[in-house]
């Protein structure tokens, strides 16, 4: 088999509303919605090996201390573990007061009796039940027309009835999904669910919650809000329902369509944390909360760590965060390139406190989710001298001057060009050490001495020539003048920078010499010492040697 190449012989778009007056696209999100994590159900559902009751337990404590309040926690009837993992949460106490578990049960009485049964003693509970009502289910799955797929869930509603009413102690609330929601006639998923609400009857103290999936993803996200929108518009008793969303990911756009979903009206959010669920999964609660936090809106989750809640979801779920997803992937505030590097550095310099954020290529502050800048900028042969820049400044201290960012970053390229791999902050100030500040020959300092007198400062250095000891003298307004008018060959200075590295009695200087042999390119040379005129001096020698090598064999030697 391969790809058709009239893929309408065998595909066909599904059907999308006529709603020219919608009004979604020229809403804004300005408030969190009702979040309800669906991880240990509709996401343990769907892993290779559903979770132990003690990985249950441990996702959902930290569901709670993330702030989800509404926690679908099992599908009691499925089996045993589920049903106790119930138990478990009720009988041990493991629900905080402000946080509500909600189980999913299909319309059937058998399942509806032994969901009820799991949830004795609870304080409150979300009982969920689910029919899938679309055509292609109406017809594949159930052989029923619409009065029957109806008549299954006005059936359910009336059993939720009976046996909440048999347990009077807990305080219900009742939801209901038209599976398949997506892939429905509006128009009837909205008779369905009216037939529902006229069973339950929802008041403003007692909501139902209608839970409108995208079991599978069928279309484009802006059809699906469409979709919301005319539900919202049409259903019975608007004011005392919720609506939710419940949105999959099988075109990608799972999370452009609960966000368009929410513009349309939507009041709550079903989905996984980082997007588990049934094949692509569920929408992904960190990417929605993290979105509208990056837009100045209070998502009510807290993700300050985010790489802790991803250890657990990974351990719970065993399945890893893709290095790339939104947020929480290992590399998605790392910038390899060049230009991204100098704009991220450039933003992070310019950036001053109580500033709005605006650092280029970075959409939320790694700090604001427990990340530290470390792994912002890495640098492989796709770098520029931004990051090489970066990387000494934030390990090493080390402030290179612009041109010579320019010089050092073709030798880190080089050695990144050759090997094809990424350098670390410390293989790179180890490329500066060996290139710049052991630059030795022919040249090596051995020490020097230096005398003011009116103004006039001579320097006396000790030099091994290439293996010779000479001493060398010279005088001048300041050191580096005198330590020009000494050398035995013209040099000329380009440039000169100097600061300090560290404070109080470990600080270090230190310097950068620009220097020119005649009729050569400049290049630059580094001194470090605790002492700014040695610094200086050796930053001239590194220079000098280094000139030195780029200088034809017999020209200028001493
Ligand atoms: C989109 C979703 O994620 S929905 C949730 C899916 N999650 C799960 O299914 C959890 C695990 N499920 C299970 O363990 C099992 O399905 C059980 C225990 C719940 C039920 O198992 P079984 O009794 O063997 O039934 P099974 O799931 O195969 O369902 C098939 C029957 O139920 C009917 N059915 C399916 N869904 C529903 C529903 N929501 N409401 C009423 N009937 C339904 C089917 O039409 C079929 O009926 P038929 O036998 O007359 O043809
Ligand atoms: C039960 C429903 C809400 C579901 O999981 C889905 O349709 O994906």
């Known amino acids: 088999m391969t790809m058709l190449s009239n893929p309408a012989s065998k595909y066909r778009s599904y059907p999308v509303l006529d709603l020219p007056d919608r009004t979604w696209p020229n809403k804004t999100i300005s408030q969190a919605p009702i979040w309800c994590s669906s991880d240990l159900r509709d996401g343990n559902q769907s892993l290779i090996e559903p ?38 949460l009720i009988e041990e106490g493991h629900i905080p007061e402000d946080t ?53 869930a006005v059936h359910a509603a009336e059993l939720f009835k009976k046996y909440a009413a048999q347990q009077p102690e807990t305080q219900w609330t009742f939801q209901y999904s038209p599976e398949t929601f997506s892939a429905t ?10 037939a529902v609400l006229d069973v339950w009857q929802p008041t403003a103290a007692n909501k139902v919650i209608l839970n409108l999936p995208a079991t599978v993803e069928v279309a484009m996200p802006n059809v ?8 919202a518009r049409n259903i019975n008793h608007r004011k005392n329902v919720i609506i939710s969303l419940h949105t999959h990911n099988d075109r990608g756009t799972g999370v452009a369509a609960s966000e368009l979903g929410i513009l349309a009206g939507a009041d709550r959010v079903e989905g996984c944390l980082f997007g588990n669920g049934e094949r692509t999964g569920n929408v992904d609660l960190v990417t929605l909360a993290l979105n509208m936090y990056t837009q100045g809106i209070d998502p009510q989750l807290d993700f300050s760590d985010i790489d802790a809640v991803r250890k657990v979801v990974e351990e719970c779920n ?43 290529y970075l959409p939320i502050d790694p ?34 001057p612009r041109r010579m960012q320019i010089e050092f970053s073709q030798v880190i390229k080089t050695e990144t060009d050759r090997s094809g791999l990424e350098v670390s902050a ?8 060996n290139e710049y500040l052991k630059a030795v020959t022919p040249y090596a300092l051995q020490k020097h001495r230096i005398q003011e007198e009116d103004g006039t400062c001579t320097l006396i250095t000790e030099v091994s020539a290439n293996g010779v000891t000479k001493s060398w003298s010279g005088c001048g307004n300041g050191p580096l003048e005198a330590l020009v008018a000494s050398l035995p060959m013209p040099v000329e200075i380009m440039d000169y920078h100097q600061h300090a590295i560290g404070s109080g009695s470990d600080a270090q200087a230190a310097a950068f010499i620009e220097l020119r042999l005649p009729e050569q390119r400049p290049v630059f040379g580094v001194g470090i010492d605790s002492n700014i005129t040695t610094a200086s001096i050796r930053a001239l020698f590194s220079a000098l040697n280094r000139a030195q090598a780029n200088a034809e064999p017999d020209k200028n030697s001493a």
């Open 100 to 152: 509500t578990i909600q189980v999913l049960t299909q319309a059937r009485e058998d399942l509806i009796a032994r969901t009820f049964e799991s949830l004795k003693g609870a304080p409150k509970a979300i009982v969920h039940m689910y029919n899938a009502v679309s055509p292609a289910f109406r017809r594949i799955v159930f052989n029923q027309d619409k009065a029957g797929v109806k008549a299954i």
């Open 426 to 433: 410390a293989q790179i100030y180890s490329i500066l050490d």
């Open 185 to 194: 006639e509006t128009p009837f998923a909205v008779e369905v669910c009216n």
């Open 367 to 400: 700090a604001d989710i427990g990340r530290d800048y470390e792994a912002v900028i890495r640098v492989n042969s796709q770098s520029g001298k931004g990051g090489v820049t970066y990387l000494l400044e934030q390990e090493y201290g080390i402030q290179l």
């Open 318 to 360: 065993q399945l890893p965060v893709h290095p790339r997803h939104p947020y929480a992937g290992d590399l998605v505030h790392t910038a390899f390139s060049g230009s991204h590097q100098d704009a991220i550095r450039k933003g992070f310099a310019q950036r001053q406190a109580g500033d709005i954020w605006e650092v280029p």
């Open 224 to 231: 699906y809000a469409d979709q919301i929108e005319w539900f």
């Open 51 to 88: 979770m132990s009751p003690e990985k249950k337990l441990r996702f959902f404590k930290t569901l709670v201390e993330v702030g989800v309040k509404e926690i679908e926690v099992a599908f009691p009837s499925a089996s045993q573990t589920d049903f106790d993992f119930v138990r478990l």
